[in-house]
C-alpha cells in the first residue's frame, strides 16, 4: 500500500514538473518568436538606414564637386575682373 501511494505520489510530481515544463517551453518560445521579429526589423531597419546614408553621402558629394567647381568659376571671374578693371595710378 505504501509503494502504491509512493509510486501515486511520484507519478503526481512527475506530472506536475512536466506541465511546469511544457508552461516554460511556451514562455521560451513567445520569446524566441518576438526576439525573432525585433531582430527582423533591426534588420530591415539597419538595410534602409544603409541606403539612406548611401544617398546622403552621394548627395554630399556631389555638392561638394559643386561647391569646388563654382569656386573655380569665381576665381575665373574675379582673374577677369582684375585683368579688365581699369589700373588706378
Same mark, same amino acid.
Given at each position: 500500500?505504501?509503494?502504491?501511494?509512493?509510486?501515486?505520489?511520484?507519478?503526481?510530481?512527475?506530472?506536475?514538473?512536466?506541465?511546469? !515544463?511544457?508552461? =516554460?517551453?511556451?514562455? /521560451?518560445?513567445?520569446?524566441?518568436?518576438?526576439?525573432?521579429? &525585433?531582430?527582423?526589423?533591426? @534588420? $530591415?531597419?539597419?538595410?534602409? !538606414?544603409?541606403? =539612406?546614408?548611401?544617398? /546622403?553621402?552621394?548627395?554630399?558629394?556631389?555638392?561638394?564637386? &559643386?561647391?569646388?567647381?563654382? @569656386? $573655380?568659376?569665381?576665381?575665373? !571671374?574675379?582673374?577677369?575682373?582684375?585683368?579688365?578693371?581699369?589700373?588706378?595710378?
Amino acid at each position: 500500500m505504501a509503494v502504491l501511494l509512493a509510486a501515486a505520489s511520484l507519478k503526481m510530481w512527475l506530472d506536475f514538473g512536466q506541465c511546469q !515544463l511544457r508552461a =516554460e517551453m511556451q514562455r /521560451l518560445r513567445g520569446l524566441v518568436d518576438s526576439n525573432t521579429q &525585433r531582430m527582423a526589423a533591426i @534588420r $530591415d531597419r539597419t538595410s534602409d !538606414l544603409a541606403i =539612406e546614408t548611401k544617398t /546622403l553621402i552621394s548627395r554630399r558629394e556631389e555638392l561638394h564637386v &559643386r561647391v569646388l567647381l563654382e @569656386r $573655380d568659376r569665381l576665381t575665373e !571671374l574675379e582673374e577677369r575682373l582684375e585683368r579688365v578693371r581699369p589700373k588706378s595710378q
